[in-house]
């Protein structure tokens, strides 16, 4: 069994992206810059922007973070979105989810210009992924390709289940792996909730991809030998043996997958870490895209 290691895939993703910054520097070029907006005090979201701004600095990125308070009208928000999409200093952006309840999340990401969408969310480039046309590609399912492709996983005809149908990542994943690209030319099924027999369908998978958010959903009995596991779940359990009183469990029962699994992915240290490294490969296609 071998474990799928975003950690180190991607600080060896953030270390080329270095690279390339470097020389566009040399070069007398224009430095990539990621704006991120952030409504709120989440916990979460704060954590991961300030992971986002702590990897721009890394890489030799400029970033601009824009903090608003819990109560900024949706108005206010479309003001400062409008404000990124014409200057021309950012390369791209991206709007922190969850919003406040009293925001039209949809609204918001319609908003964003789709040549500065690094998050790949807005339909423009939903749209053009689908058709297989140069587009942002959602950057959670971006890093699951790039972890398939550089660890040299066979999926050309592979029998893969994607578990889940977010717009974020089952339904670009299912999009992903059909296509003709180097992780790609799978034959794809989608489960969710309403699938019937799901184990019966999991035990004839090659590859599963577990993005449902349920902790421990997919368990050793519902696998074959030999499949390769990318488990996109993160959730907090209440653990009384931990110190802080939980622990973070993905989407997979690890502890009975692995026994059977040729390939599987840790959580934490596994697709996370993946999510940051390919916004930020967004982020610098789109600056040489646009300069």
Same mark, same amino acid.
């Given at each position: 069994m071998i474990i799928l290691d975003g950690k180190k895939t991607s600080a060896d993703i953030k270390n080329e992206i270095a690279i390339e910054v470097s020389k566009l520097k040399s070069e007398g070029k224009k430095t990539p810059h990621?704006? =991120?907006?952030? !409504? #709120?005090?989440? #916990? =979460?979201?704060m954590t991961y922007v #300030? =992971? $986002? !701004?702590?990897a721009c600095e890394f890489v030799g990125f400029e970033s601009t973070l824009i903090e608003l308070p819990e109560d900024t009208s949706?108005? $206010?928000?479309?003001?400062e979105i409008e404000i990124l999409n014409i200057d021309n200093e950012i390369d791209g952006f991206i709007v922190q989810l969850p919003l406040p309840k009293h925001i039209d999340e949809q609204k918001v990401l319609m908003a964003i210009n789709p040549d500065k969408d690094v998050d790949g969310f807005h339909p423009t480039n939903v749209g053009r992924m689908t058709l297989d046309l140069p587009s942002f590609i959602p950057a959670t399912p971006f890093g699951i390709m790039e972890l398939l492709e550089r660890y $040299?996983?066979?999926?050309s005809g592979a029998n893969v289940v994607v578990i889940g149908r977010s717009h974020i990542v089952g339904r670009p994943m299912s999009?992903? &792996?059909?296509? $003709?690209?180097?992780?790609g030319n799978a034959t794809v099924t989608i489960a969710h909730s309403r699938t019937k027999n799901l184990a019966e369908i999991t035990k004839q998978a090659d590859i599963i991809i577990a993005a449902l958010g349920i902790p421990e959903f997919l368990t050793g009995n519902m696998v074959k030998e030999g499949v390769t596991i990318v488990d996109v779940g993160i959730t907090r359990v209440d653990d009384t043996t931990k110190k802080r009183g939980y622990r973070l469990a993905g989407d997979v029962d690890f502890e009975s997958v692995s026994k059977k699994a040729s390939y599987i992915t840790p959580v934490p240290g596994g697709v #996370?870490? &993946?999510?940051? =490294? &390919?916004?930020l490969k967004n982020t610098l296609i789109s600056c040489k895209r646009g300069h």
């Amino acid at each position: 069994m071998i474990i799928l290691d975003g950690k180190k895939t991607s600080a060896d993703i953030k270390n080329e992206i270095a690279i390339e910054v470097s020389k566009l520097k040399s070069e007398g070029k224009k430095t990539p810059h990621l704006a =991120a907006i952030l !409504v #709120g005090t989440d #916990g =979460a979201s704060m954590t991961y922007v #300030g =992971a $986002k !701004v702590k990897a721009c600095e890394f890489v030799g990125f400029e970033s601009t973070l824009i903090e608003l308070p819990e109560d900024t009208s949706e108005k $206010k928000l479309l003001n400062e979105i409008e404000i990124l999409n014409i200057d021309n200093e950012i390369d791209g952006f991206i709007v922190q989810l969850p919003l406040p309840k009293h925001i039209d999340e949809q609204k918001v990401l319609m908003a964003i210009n789709p040549d500065k969408d690094v998050d790949g969310f807005h339909p423009t480039n939903v749209g053009r992924m689908t058709l297989d046309l140069p587009s942002f590609i959602p950057a959670t399912p971006f890093g699951i390709m790039e972890l398939l492709e550089r660890y $040299k996983i066979e999926t050309s005809g592979a029998n893969v289940v994607v578990i889940g149908r977010s717009h974020i990542v089952g339904r670009p994943m299912s999009i992903l &792996m059909s296509q $003709k690209r180097p992780a790609g030319n799978a034959t794809v099924t989608i489960a969710h909730s309403r699938t019937k027999n799901l184990a019966e369908i999991t035990k004839q998978a090659d590859i599963i991809i577990a993005a449902l958010g349920i902790p421990e959903f997919l368990t050793g009995n519902m696998v074959k030998e030999g499949v390769t596991i990318v488990d996109v779940g993160i959730t907090r359990v209440d653990d009384t043996t931990k110190k802080r009183g939980y622990r973070l469990a993905g989407d997979v029962d690890f502890e009975s997958v692995s026994k059977k699994a040729s390939y599987i992915t840790p959580v934490p240290g596994g697709v #996370g870490p &993946m999510t940051i =490294a &390919m916004l930020l490969k967004n982020t610098l296609i789109s600056c040489k895209r646009g300069h």
